[in-house]
């Protein structure tokens, strides 16, 4: 257990990532000393009106002045229980990119369902200007919310607040109601967003019967942290009872940046969020949503939709037995069904936990989300002897699992492990183009949880076996009196890299890459492309090779400035910022090497040789060596990048910049060629 | 950017143009059928196309449409595997229905209610509209390719302003085998059409039940090859019938379209007599313009007095997409959409005696309409005041605009003066090279490793000012910092101050002041070091195709400009020159380039001018194009080399 007080130095720290919050410490934080902010709504101060920048981002275009939430349960006769979010916003305009926040539309859920579908009430707002010198306030007229249907599910209010402009201040708050039976949980609070936020607070009362899980991300201080005991009257009297009182205010929040190589936003914003744990009615049988892992294990073993469908096995009987006929061989065995259900199945591009209308359903369809794909995969394994369990994880664009935290709904995708002797493979089957073991990008994420037939799971981290591995070559002739570089030039592109060639190209006529890779050298004229490998064997590299001639750009017979690296240079850093607030994910390790071979005419030898580099990040996580030697009359050119860690943190940023910085430096360094003087 | 929905109705329909079962009956889809020669490159081939539409009164149409498509990949199955079909408070679908063919031709799906969904137009934003949209696919299942789509559906109209465009070869990777375009009309019905871009004259006859009918038809179009680098705008070269009315009725609403007067006519009655002012509005105009020393600073000064008092949001409810909301709401409110503070714009101007006029225009970068057929190709307003003969174009959406600049938006193209009588097509500024300026000056000192340390000031006017323009008015700090390091031509840097800043001029300008940081600014190796006399300047790309058959394009928003650059470098006093000063020339009906480099005193000045001109070429032109591309990309290559004093 770690105490509130205890999360908060962490997080100031800027080292915790989240904790959990105890729900059997009653104790509350009530922080005296520290300035409250309590506004009123239509009331608003003058110096706000007033000010024309944000002292703390001069050239924000908007902030939020105040951003509100309180959250509390009741008990509806029809409804059930439903939780009530009262929300506030005020924000000051800056800039005339911001006056569409004034433009609102707040979407909720409809149902055919009483206890289903959601309310939207006690829609006002107020929009206030300086005036000669006076604050003045205009009401948002009720007549002009408008209700659209937007969707099957959905309905929205949509309103503008009036008489909006550069420097006012607007303001607007609601009610939403939402049943329990249709949503468990309160919505993820963020206390940051792309504009500055000054005093964010959200508010929960918790009664006694409901316990959450609570949990805090990101990298922001929190200003007020307080817990109370109080008595709630939920409407009916088994509920009522004691309750937790929950104040979190984030102050200052500055806007959020996004950075590139990160997994995804949410993983580094500021926010709480919850999970139902369990609902303990006084008199009645304790509920237990997934508290432990051991419980997310057994639930996703009860669902049908995921244990239920592992269990179901007959619609792969036929080709069990094909396959089981074919080989005896575990690994053969696994290839094959790999094939099979990578060939047989379409990926809909939909993730989640659980096949949606059942795996049956999906093989027959011949298309599904990765669940039905990879539960299939895992049922066929299985039937022809295989050790293979289920793995749930959390792809990049769903976040970042917390192991500490049991929560079922953190996960949205699965694959398969496969043991073999010691072997071990883990297998995605919705990607057309990659070999056995090539799990796609949106998988790397981390962590994922075994979900093994029988007993408990347990974590494995997910760590590609491949790289994004290049190799380009290049042979030619240097012909300074011609004015000519003539040769040709082979890529090879393997692991991720193959697999993005594949994407890209597989389907397409053969002329899409070579029109691609002309592009790429417009200046080259280029004859005989061709690709080998390009989808016949999937274990191995695509190979795509051409002849060239360039003519090169001396401005003297007698010397030549010529870089060697004429393919596979890395022209610019793309590490852009001087410093980094997050750390950097690189989702896979890199590999691009080049090697170039020149063979000058007799008569010409390399001025200067550039002295050979060898450059290595610490800890092993990367390597860069490139060395220009002459023999004979050949130059051999070559350069390697190796970048083996994925993940680095914000102090680990400018080392990695630096190594970037050396490639492409020494990728921009020309060789001087010289006519031998007689 | 913010554009009325004048023409939403027809946008989905150009997506899913299709054709009717009564004319050619169940014909085989069998894909061994299609012509061999419609198979190149295609991703899918249009079978069958056909749009009916019946013209039943003044007031009031059907639209049926009918569509069989075999897809061969993902490609087209992401084109042609979903139908849309939209509608509002004027347009009602009757039907929709589809099947799906194997391979052989054999129907192995019905499309289901199950498989439609409906939406809002407007639910992924805060638009405020009663638009609607039907969506149907058959996306739960995989179906092997080729595989063939039929879609067909039934809409009504009471919005009989708008007739359905046809473009039959829109998507330029799909082959049409069949495609159909019909018009029923009562007998002698008088509406107006007109053919563009190759298409066969209109075949005329009479239906069963003494109608008229109009056909246009196109057969086995193949696909084109490659993704053409310079495309002209599809209207200019893609095959296309327009069609329009001559007499129509909507609501309580009566008008013709036989010229652009008409248009124009129908416009002004519609919205007329919704600009009277409250009188505290009135008094806010006349202190506005109490100190105005002519017609002119009158214009700007409400202009500027809109701008601040008022912003742009959509509501599109009923006939609201076409009529304003009145000049007193928006006085109220302070926001409208681009019709309602048009309209706002143009009553206070009247209140200051000046002469007025709203214009419709067909708003947005490179959109092109077509000026010899009058109908209702607009999706914007603005307002057009009349100085001393001159126009002062306003565009009453943003607060930020100079009046009169008018840029990628609105400018180079027609605009429809809406007038009582006497409405004409008139055209807005165009923006030429020597208007579109980028002039940069480069202070460079050099250490003896490579490194700068570099100060640059550049100033841009017309086009070229719009991105640093709307980059000063949204974003932070930090969001304006990351959109500047995107767009320096430099492999890496450090940008250690930068300042944007707006001219006081009528005409926009923007001045940028950039310091920055530059490691290897100038490469060294061993004794020697390589300098960039092209350092900062905007890189040109080559295409990959050498030579084209068709005209090509080069979008005036991107290619009318002037680029003046200069770089001075302080060269260390430990080098001397190796090689010769660059100095290149070049000169074609594009436009010109110069470089020019002079050393003197440890200063190495570079200076570099390039002017092109935008607009449509002949093919004939396409190879002296890739030539200049490439001396250009040439010259910016040159290197000044220095080598050690030993």
């Keep these: 257990m770690i105490s509130c007080l205890l999360l908060r130095k962490l997080l100031c720290a800027g080292r915790a990532k989240f904790s959990i919050l105890s729900f059997t410490l009653f104790i509350s934080f009530n922080i005296l000393a520290q300035e409250d902010y309590k506004p009123k709504f239509g009331v608003i101060d003058k110096e706000s009106v007033a000010m024309t920048a944000y002292p703390a981002d001069s050239t924000a275009e908007a902030v939020f002045l105040y951003d509100f939430a309180e959250v509390k349960f009741s008990y509806d006769s029809q409804m059930g229980i439903v939780m009530t979010r009262e929300s506030w916003v005020r924000i000051k305009i800056l800039k005339e990119s911001a006056l569409s926040s004034a433009s609102v539309s707040l979407p909720f859920y409809d149902s055919q369902r009483y206890d289903k579908k959601e309310y939207i009430d006690n829609i006002k707002g107020y929009t206030y200007n300086m005036e000669g010198g006076q604050v003045v306030a205009t009401p948002l007229d009720k007549k002009s919310v408008k209700r659209e249907k937007t969707s099957e599910f959905y309905l929205a209010q949509k309103f503008n607040l009036p008489n909006v402009k550069k420097g006012s201040v607007i303001e607007y708050a609601y009610s939403i109601t939402t049943p ?432 050979a580099e060898i450059l290595t990040l610490p800890d092993k996580a990367g390597k860069f060596a490139y060395q220009v030697r002459q023999t004979g009359n050949t130059i051999q050119v070559n350069s390697s990048i190796l970048v083996s860690k994925t993940r680095f943190t914000p102090e680990e940023y400018l080392d990695l910049k630096e190594f970037f910085e050396r490639v492409v430096q020494r990728h921009s360094q020309p060789l001087v060629i010289k006519k031998k003087n007689n | 950017m913010q554009i009325i929905r004048l023409s939403r109705q027809w946008l989905l329909l150009l997506l899913c143009t299709t054709g009717s079962s009564a004319i050619f009956g169940q014909a085989d889809f069998n894909v061994g059928k299609i012509p061999p020669s419609l198979l190149t490159d295609a991703n899918a081939v249009v079978r069958l196309d056909e749009t009916i539409w019946e013209i039943t009164s003044k007031s009031e149409g059907r639209r049926r449409s009918r569509s069989v498509v075999t897809v061969f990949n993902e490609k087209g199955e992401e084109e042609h595997g979903r139908l849309m079909v939209s509608y509002d408070k004027f347009t009602k679908i009757m039907d929709i229905g589809g099947n799906l063919y194997d391979a052989t031709g054999k129907l192995v799906k019905k499309l289901k209610n199950a498989d439609i969904q409906d939406y809002g137009y407007g639910s992924g934003g805060d638009e405020i509209t009663d638009a609607r949209i039907k969506v149907a696919d058959f996306g739960k299942k995989s179906y092997a390719y080729p595989y063939t789509i039929e879609y067909s559906y039934e809409v009504r109209s009471r919005n009989m302003m708008f007739y359905p465009k046809w473009l039959p070869v829109a998507d330029e990777n799909s082959a049409v085998e069949l495609s159909v375009y019909k018009i029923k009309a009562p007998a002698g019905f008088e509406f107006r059409y007109k053919e563009y871009n190759g298409v066969s004259p209109v075949t005329k006859s009479k239906d069963t039940d003494g109608a008229d009918l109009y056909q246009w038809t196109i057969e086995n179009y193949a696909a084109s090859k490659k993704s053409d680098a310079y495309p002209l705008p599809l209207i200019d070269h893609s095959p296309m019938v327009m069609a329009a009315p001559a007499d129509f009725e909507i609501q309580d609403y009566k008008g013709n379209f036989r010229s652009w007067e008409d248009l124009s006519k129908f416009y002004y009655t519609l919205n007329a007599g919704r600009d009277m002012l409250p009188p505290a509005t009135i008094a806010e105009v006349n202190a506005v313009i109490k100190d ?46 681009c019709k309602a503070l048009t309209n706002f714009t143009l009553a206070a101007l009247k209140q200051a005696g000046i002469t007025s006029y709203a214009a419709l225009i067909r708003a947005g970068e490179e959109e092109k309409m077509k000026s010899d057929f009058p109908s209702s190709q607009f999706n914007h307003v603005i307002a057009c005041a009349i100085v001393a003969k001159d126009t002062i174009w ?235 591309l490439k001396k250009i990309r040439k010259a910016d290559r040159a290197q000044v080399v220095f080598v050690e004093n030993k």
């Design chain 2, 292 to 337: 105005a020393k002519s017609d002119r600073e009158k214009v700007q000064l409400i202009y500027k007095w809109m701008q601040g008092r008022s912003r742009y949001v959509s509501i599109q409810l009923g006939i609201g997409g076409w009529q304003t909301i009145d000049a007193a709401t928006v006085a109220s409110k302070g926001y409208g959409d």
């Design chain 2, 394 to 628: 306003l565009e009453c959406t943003s607060q930020i605009t100079r009046p009169n600049f008018m840029g990628t938006f609105t400018g180079g193209r027609y605009a429809l003066l809406v007038m009582p009588e006497g409405g004409k097509l008139v055209s807005t500024p165009d923006y030429k090279a020597q208007q579109n300026i980028r002039n940069s000056r480069a202070n460079v000192n050099l250490e003896e490793g490579g490194n700068g340390q570099v100060e640059v000031q550049v100033l841009y006017t017309g086009l070229q000012q719009e991105s640093r323009k709307n980059l000063m008015h949204s974003g932070n700090k930090e969001e304006q910092k990351k959109w500047l390091l995107n767009h320096i031509n430099l492999p890496s840097l450090e940008l250690e101050r930068f300042e944007l800043m707006e001219g006081p001029e009528q005409e926009p300008t923007i001045t940028e002041k950039l310091s920055l940081n530059v490691r290897n600014c100038a490469t060294k190796t061993g004794t020697r070091l390589f300098v960039k006399p092209s350092l900062l300047s905007r890189p040109f790309e080559l295409p990959e195709a050498t030579e084209r058959s068709a005209d090509f394009y080069l979008p005036v928003s991107d290619y009318n400009f002037t680029d003046l650059d200069t770089v001075s470098y302080v060269i260390p006093t430990i080098y001397k020159l190796e090689t010769s000063l660059p100095s290149y020339q070049v000169t074609s009906v594009f436009g010109t380039y110069e470089s020019k480099t002079s050393f003197e005193n440890s200063k190495l000045v570079c200076s570099r001018k390039v002017i092109l001109n935008g607009g449509r070429y002949p093919s004939k032109d396409f190879p002296a194009w890739i030539d200049f």
């Design chain 1, 180 to 611: 329990l039976n249709y949503k468990d949980k309160p919505d993820v609070w963020n206390f940051q967003g792309p504009v500055p936020f000054k005093w964010s607070e959200y508010r929960i009362t918790i009664p006694y019967f409901l316990e959450y899980k609570i949990t805090m991300g990101g990298y922001l201080p929190l200003y007020i942290n307080e817990r109370k005991q109080v008595d709630v009257t939920m409407g009916h009297s088994k509920y009522n009872g004691p309750a937790l009182a929950y104040r979190f205010v984030v102050k200052d929040a500055p806007a959020f940046m996004d950075e590139p190589f990160i997994t995804t936003k949410s993983d580094y914003l500021s926010k709480i969020s919850f999970e139902l744990a369990s609902i303990a009615v006084s008199g009645e049988m304790v509920k237990r949503y997934s508290q432990t892992w051991e419980h997310v294990d057994r639930t996703l073993d009860e669902m049908p939709w995921f244990g239920g469908e592992l269990r179901k096995e007959s619609y792969l009987k036929e080709v069990r037995d094909k396959i089981a006929a074919e080989t005896q061989d575990p690994e053969v065995r696994m290839n094959k069904a790999y094939a099979f259900v990578q060939n047989h199945m379409k990926w809909n591009g939909y993730t989640g936990i659980g096949s949606k209308e059942g795996v049956r359903k999906a093989y027959d369809n011949k298309k599904g989300n990765d669940s039905d794909i990879n539960i299939m995969l895992v049922t066929l394994l299985r039937e022809l002897d295989l050790t293979c369990d289920p793995v749930i994880l959390s792809t990049r664009s769903n976040g970042r699992i917390i192991q500490e935290i049991p929560m079922l709904e953190s996960f949205n995708y699965v694959i398969a492990r496969v043991q073999i002797g010691e072997k071990e493979y883990l297998l995605d089957a919705t990607q057309p183009n990659a070999k056995p073991g090539l799990l796609p990008e949106r998988t790397l994420n981390g962590y994922g949880r075994l979900i093994p037939k029988k007993g408990t799971g347990r974590f494995l981290e997910i760590v590609p076996k491949d790289a994004q591995n290049k190799l380009e070559m290049i042979n030619a002739e240097i012909n300074p009196e011609e004015g000519t570089v003539k040769g040709n030039y082979s890529i090879s592109y393997g692991g991720y890299e193959a697999l993005r060639w594949r994407d890209k190209y597989t389907g397409e006529p053969e002329s899409a890459f070579h029109t691609d890779l002309k592009k790429q050298v417009p200046e080259w004229q280029v004859k005989n492309i061709a690709g080998k490998n390009k989808a016949d064997d999937l274990q191995s590299a695509v190979n795509v090779s051409c002849e060239f001639e360039i003519e090169s750009e001396s401005s003297s017979p007698d010397i030549l400035y010529f870089n060697p690296v004429l393919a596979g240079r890395w022209a610019s850093n793309p590490l852009k910022s001087k410093d980094r607030i997050y750390p950097l994910d690189l989702t896979t390790s890199i590999s691009a090497s080049y090697i170039g071979s020149f063979v000058l005419p007799t008569g010409y030898v390399l001025e200067e040789i550039p002295k």
